[in-house]
C-alpha cells in the first residue's frame, strides 16, 4: 500500500543532526510499515521544533529516508522560538498552507495517518482525504486548543474560552469528517466525541498506546555505559536507592515541588538516596543550583535513549512530576512507558489515565501536587524501606508488557490501517 503518515513535531533520527534522538510514535510507525514492505511517505517540517532551528534539507521535496520505501518531505515554515507564541501559531499556518500546496501534486495514497495536532494539518488531510477518496485516520496525541487556554489562564488570570474559536471550527470540522479517530488514550478519544461533536461508539475508532521496544543492554556495552554515568557523578553500584525523572525540565510541571522537597530531606535519609535528573529545559538552572546544595541530587542532562535505559536498569523509582491538569490527566507521558519497561514504580502526582493503567498497590506512589513536605515525606519512606523498593516492580512490568511493547502493539496498528486502507 501506499501510506503517508502526516506529523510534526517529533524528531527525524533519519537525518545526521538528529540520529542520537530516539524515534517516536510517527517516525517508528513509518519504519515499520515500510520495513513490512509498504510505501510510505512521512510529511513533517522543515523546522526542528525541539532543536528551534531550521533542518538543512530542501523544502517539499522527497527526500530518502535510508530506509526502503519510505521518504520524507519537509513542509517549510517561519519557525519560533518560544513554545507559546504567536510566531507558533503563524508558523503552524504556513505547515498547514504548504501541505495544501504540495500535496496535490505527489502520487494519491492508500490511507492517511495524521496527528493531532497540528489542527492545521489535521483539517488539511481531512478536505484532502475528502477531494481524493483517501480515507485519513486522525491520531489524537493532545488537546488543542484546550491545553492552550489552560496556560493562557494560569499565567494570566483572564478568562480565554472563545479566544481559539477559529482552530475550534476547524477542529470540529476535521473531527467530524474524518474516517477514522485513534488515541493514545481513551481519556483523550472520549474527549474528541464530547468536545467536538463526533458520533461516540464508531467501531473504526481504537486506541493505540504510545510504545517502546523492549530494552537490552549487552554485556559488552555495560562497562562503557557504567562509566559514562561515573563521569556523570552517578555510582550504579553505590547501593543507594535510585530516583530517576527524565524529560523537558521546565517550570510548566510540577519540578519546583521536588527540588523543594530535596532541600527538606534529612541528611540520613539524603545519604541513602540518589535522585538523577535527565533532560533540557528552562528549569535547569535552578536543579543545578539545588544539586550544588545537595549532593544527593545529580543532573546529567541530555542523555541518549541507550544511555537513559541502562540508567533506569539501574535504578528503583521513575518520578512524574506534572501539573496535575487536564491534558497530563488524559495522556500517559513517554517516561512511563519508559519506567515500566525498566520495572519501576512511580511516584507521582498524577491522577487519571496513569492511575488506569494498574490497580495494583505496589505500581503507583502519590503525592499531593504542589506539597513538598508531602514528597519529601514519600520520599524518605521508600528510602527507609530500600530492600523492598529495590527489587523491580511486577506490576509496572505487567503494564508494559500488556500496554505498550512495541512488538505487540504495532502490528497490531498496522494491521488496523491496512484494514482501514481497503475499505
Known sequence: MNMWI??????????????DNRFLRAGRLAK????AGHRVTWWTAGFDHYGKRQRPVPA???????TSGLDLIFLPSRGYTRHMSVQRFLDH??????????????????VILCSYPLIELADAAVAYGRLHGVPVVLDVRDLWPDIHYERISARTGLPVKGLFLPYELQARRAFCRADAVVAITSGMLDWV?????????????RVFRQVKDRPETSADSAPALDAYWAGKG???????????WSGSIVPDTDGPTLLQAIGMLKPDTAARIEIVICGVGALVPAVEAVAARHPCLKYAGWVSERELNHLLAHSHVGLLCYLDRPDFQMSTPNKVIDYCAAGLRILTNLTGEVARLSNDPDFLINYPTGNAAALAEQIAALAADRDRFSEASAAA?????????????????????EAIGRQ
Open 193 to 205: 466525541h464530547r468536545r467536538f461533536g463526533r458520533t461516540p461508539d464508531l467501531p473504526q475508532d
Open 234 to 244: 552517578v555510582d550504579l553500584a553505590d547501593g543507594k536507592l535510585r530516583f530517576v
Open 60 to 66: 517539499c521535496a522527497p527526500v530518502d529516508s535510508g
Open 6 to 19: 502526516i506529523c510534526t513535531g517529533e524528531p527525524v533520527p533519519f537525518l545526521p543532526d538528529e540520529a
Open 32 to 35: 515499520f510499515l515500510a520495513q
Open 397 to 417: 512490568r505487567a503494564v508494559f508488557d500488556a500496554e505498550f511493547d512495541a512488538a505487540k502493539v504495532q502490528p497490531r496498528f498496522a494491521a488496523y490501517l
Open 93 to 110: 499556518r504556513d505547515v498547514g498552507t504548504a501541505f495544501r500546496r504540495h500535496a496535490p501534486s505527489a502520487d494519491v495514497p492508500d
